[in-house]
């Protein structure tokens, strides 16, 4: 059943909801047994059936157990990268920081999904020590992402310390928060949890949202606390089949983040994960997509379409091709799709490099 506030976390709390079929009971079992749930008030509030594009991200499904012989438990390489317990490095200028694993709703496309869950709690002192002291020695370091699990489920107060230290680091430039706090448990989002997160080093928040459906008037007034006290937005969003992967979807929800002064940042394909297959466009679906979206759409409201490509080797721009050598020059497609000649770069007469 679900907790003081509602959250709904155990097979039988969806049975009661009306989420799930009790006759799914014993095969979702099997599911919770790997993989957490969670479903917060704010997200049951926004469901209208489980397979609606909210119900879907978080209502656990049978086709979970079917796995495929491309997905990894580990689909982006996070643990070949790990030095200390709380640590991803894997570019030089910056660092993941998981200062916990856990997380207000598990989605069921989640590619750490091996690896958060109630069971994994939050880092302790003397691993979050260790953390420290290695971001500490490497000059080279001048970003801190604060991942997890979702860093802004941890007390205010302990957030605070973490921002802190990270503050007096001097070759730390930027610290970034990726979160889905603000959409699926706003009244986290205090004027506390607000302070916790400025400091002299700048803080931006990447807000994890996949469908217009997701954002309540709880959600709105979140995001707006965040922008009025300051901290710059931007949201990533996951490409899921069922879910956002038509233009009209996406475009209705980037016109939404930019109108509540959220920039969309990152589009990702949705990582190889074990039993997420069902949720994977094509890349040439997701291509298509964002072709559509350039003609329709603001530069305000365009993301960029990534691959995290699998094993830990980088993530990549995936997007839409419009310029193709052609000759001399290049042929250009504009977002109607039609074709123009470019032609190609030419010094002028005497300046040619030697």
């Not at 982006?76 to 910056?94: E, N």
């Not at 590619?111 to 500490?136: C, K, Q, S, T, W």
């Not at 409201?301 to 020059?329: M, N, R, S």
Request: proline share 8%; glycine share 10%; hydrophobic share 35%.
């Amino acid at each position: 059943m679900g907790d003081s506030r509602g959250t709904i976390r155990t097979v039988d709390g969806l049975v009661d909801a009306g989420l799930v079929a009790d006759d799914d009971r014993s095969e979702l079992g099997r599911i919770a047994e790997r993989y957490a749930i969670s479903v917060t008030t704010a997200m049951r509030g926004r469901i209208g059936a489980a397979d609606d594009p909210v119900g879907r991200q978080f209502v656990p499904d049978r086709r979970e157990l079917l796995g495929t012989p491309e997905e990894l438990t580990d689909p982006i390489g996070d643990l070949p990268f790990t030095p200390v317990p709380g640590i991803t490095h894997r570019y030089p200028d910056r660092v993941l920081l998981k200062p916990l694993h856990m997380c207000p709703v598990y989605c069921r496309f989640c590619f750490r999904r091996e690896m958060v869950g109630p069971e994994h709690g939050v880092l302790g002192d003397e691993d979050l020590r260790r953390a420290m002291d290695y971001i500490r020695e490497r000059p080279q370091i001048w970003e801190v992402i604060l991942t997890g699990g979702d860093p802004l489920m941890l007390p205010p107060a302990r957030l605070r310390r973490i921002v802190d230290e990270l503050d007096s680091i001097a070759h730390v430039g930027v610290v970034r928060v990726h979160t889905r706090i603000p959409v699926v448990s706003p009244e986290r989002i205090t004027d506390a949890m607000v302070g916790a997160l400025t400091g002299d080093t700048p803080v931006w928040v990447v807000v994890h949202c996949n469908h217009r459906q997701e954002l309540g008037d709880a959600a709105l007034t979140a995001l707006r606390r965040l922008a009025d006290g300051g901290l710059p937005l931007l949201s990533q969003t996951v490409l899921l089949k069922g879910v956002n992967d038509t233009a009209d979807a996406l475009e209705d929800l980037f016109r939404t983040l930019v109108c509540n002064r959220v920039k969309p940042y990152y589009l990702h394909q949705s990582d190889l994960a074990p039993g997420t297959s069902h949720f994977r466009t094509s890349i040439a679906s997701g291509q298509e997509i964002v072709r559509t979206l350039r003609g329709a759409v603001s530069g305000l409201c365009q993301p960029t379409y990534v691959l995290d490509i699998p094993g830990g080797h980088g993530k990549v721009p995936i997007g839409a091709t419009y310029l193709e050598p052609d000759g001399d020059g290049y042929l250009v497609t504009d977002p109607n799709g039609r074709h123009h000649r470019y032609p190609p770069g030419s010094a002028p007469a005497g300046t040619e490099a030697a």
